[in-house]
């Protein structure tokens, strides 16, 4: 059956069911609602077309709404953002762009390799620049620095991005291909671990390292650098070459101790960022006399068995499990056709979200009746700001695994259902003139559902 068969009976089915459901008269005990908004749409405003089917040529047209374009357009991109040209009619107001596909980022092609970046400077909302929402909910914490930066980085088989160190932080999560990491702490003790695709690195603010792909894979590796500081940009890297290059030459040899004067004569003139070299032979650290780092710098994610869902998985991995990982946290989710990553937010922190497959559909919600709705796709970057609610719906009919990411030390989520099921019954039906038969199925989800099902109403 084809999705938009599949979707078209579910349309049915569900309307149908609204009709059926909608109560002919609120209990009493409830207080009325103006008679208006029993229901705010039953209008399933599902998205109306899908990035790989599409309509010959998508307008902007969403039942009596809108109207066809006359002048010129980019259909392409129309195609990939439905919501946007033709938005729900629970859409209101604006959030800020919450989408950047990595395709907009102007790329630094190197010898070996390649970096593109997405930061505050590329899309606003990463830098809580979100003037309403900064009064009403951040004023307490501006002094957090709550954001973050990606960079996806490439390097061919062999190829080395250079020994260096940055003021923030650094994680990682391998999209292809194994890469060797190497660092030394500041109380001189080294790491280094060849690290796997779907497995984490990261390294303190201020610890030095470097990144070497393998030759594990002909093609050498990818991987998501994670920069919890929204105006981060890779170019802030301190680089080995580029200090030894502004150093008077005398006093490089005198701090090295050198016997040769020339020793330290072929230092390059300009940073060498990524670079091609040969393959590393194994993932042995030189020996060292104060140990190896007590926490290690890398993290077998992909080893972590993920939790079933009703519709879908979900793994995480912050500091009660990756130690070291103090302030990066990680949720990788899959959600099935039709299923949907449940209605809730983060309570503390923004939410960078990586889309590794498939498609899906994101609403965010930010108070005083404003909400927008986006389009994802595989490749693409959305950006929720902490404490907005949202969900994120499997559009296409494939698995959609994205990575829920958090300048944090744990993942946290409040569950919009879970929130609904432990309270009070009578205070819930006085909001939503919801019946007893519906606040007994809201009981399920007294544990968090986090993904759940397609709605199957075939039993019901
Ligand atoms: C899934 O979508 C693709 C692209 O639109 C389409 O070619 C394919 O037939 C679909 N598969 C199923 C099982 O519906
Ligand atoms: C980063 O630095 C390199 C080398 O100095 C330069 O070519 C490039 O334009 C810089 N990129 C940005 C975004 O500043
Ligand atoms: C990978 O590199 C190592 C070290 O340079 C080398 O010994 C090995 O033969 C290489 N393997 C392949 C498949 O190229
Ligand atoms: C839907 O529910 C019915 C009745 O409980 C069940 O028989 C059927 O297998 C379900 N369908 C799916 C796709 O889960």
Same mark, same amino acid.
């Given at each position: 059956m084809s999705s938009s068969f599949l979707r078209l009976l579910q349309i049915s089915l569900l309307t149908a069911t609204a009709v059926l459901a909608a109560p002919a008269s609120s209990p009493a005990s409830v207080a009325q609602p103006s008679s208006t908004v029993l229901f705010a749409s039953t209008d399933l405003n599902l998205p109306l077309w899908e990035p790989n089917s599409p309509p010959s040529v998508p307008q902007p047209i969403r039942g009596s709404l809108g109207a066809s374009i006359l002048g010129p357009t980019n259909t392409f991109m129309e195609l990939e953002n439905a919501d946007l040209l033709a938005p729900p009619t629970t859409d209101s107001g604006s959030v800020g762009n919450a989408k950047w596909p990595f395709s907009f980022s102007k790329n630094r092609l190197q010898t070996g390799g390649w970096a593109r970046q997405q930061n505050a400077q590329v899309m606003p909302i990463a830098k809580s620049r979100f003037l309403k929402l900064d009064r009403m909910i951040r004023s307490d914490r501006l002094s957090h620095n709550q954001d973050i930066a990606g960079v996806n980085m490439r390097l061919e088989a062999g190829a080395i991005r250079e020994l260096h160190w940055h003021t923030t932080s650094e994680w990682a999560y391998v999209l292809k291909g194994t890469t060797q990491i190497s660092a030394v702490d500041q109380d001189g003790k080294n790491f280094v671990a060849n690290v796997k695709p779907g497995d984490l690195w990261f390294f303190p603010a201020g610890i030095p390292h470097s990144l070497q792909a393998t030759n594990d894979t002909a093609e050498g590796s990818e991987f998501l650098l994670i920069f919890p500081d929204g105006n981060f940009d890779e170019n802030d890297t301190l680089l080995l070459t580029d200090w030894l290059a502004h150093v008077p030459f005398e006093v490089i040899q005198k701090n090295f !101790?050198?016997?040769?004067?020339?020793?330290?004569?072929?230092?390059?003139?300009? !940073?060498?960022y990524i670079f091609p070299g040969n393959p590393p032979a194994n993932a042995d650290a030189p020996s060292d006399p104060q140990g190896t780092v007590p926490l290690p710098y890398a993290f077998s994610f992909s080893e972590i068995v993920p939790t079933q869902l009703g519709g879908g998985t979900v793994k995480i991995a912050d500091s009660r499990t990756f130690k070291i990982s103090t302030t990066v946290a990680v949720a990788e989710v899959t959600v099935e056709p039709g299923a949907l990553r449940e209605l809730h937010w983060h309570p503390t922190m923004d939410e960078w979200t990586f889309f590794l497959e498939g498609e899906g559909r994101v609403t965010i919600f930010a108070g005083q009746s404003t909400a927008n709705t986006f389009n994802y796709q595989a490749g693409d970057i959305a950006y929720v700001p902490v404490s907005l609610g949202h969900y994120v719906e499997n559009t296409g009919n494939t698995t959609l695994k994205y990575l829920e990411i958090f300048n944090s030390d744990l993942f946290q989520d409040v569950s919009l259902s879970q929130w609904l099921a432990l309270t009070p019954p009578a205070l819930v039906k006085a909001h939503l003139g919801l019946d007893d038969a519906t606040i007994q199925e809201l009981t399920k989800f007294k544990e968090k559902a986090i993904v759940v099902p397609p709605l199957n109403l075939t039993g019901a």
């Open positions: !101790q050198v016997t040769d004067p020339k020793a330290f004569s072929h230092i390059p003139a300009e !940073q060498l």
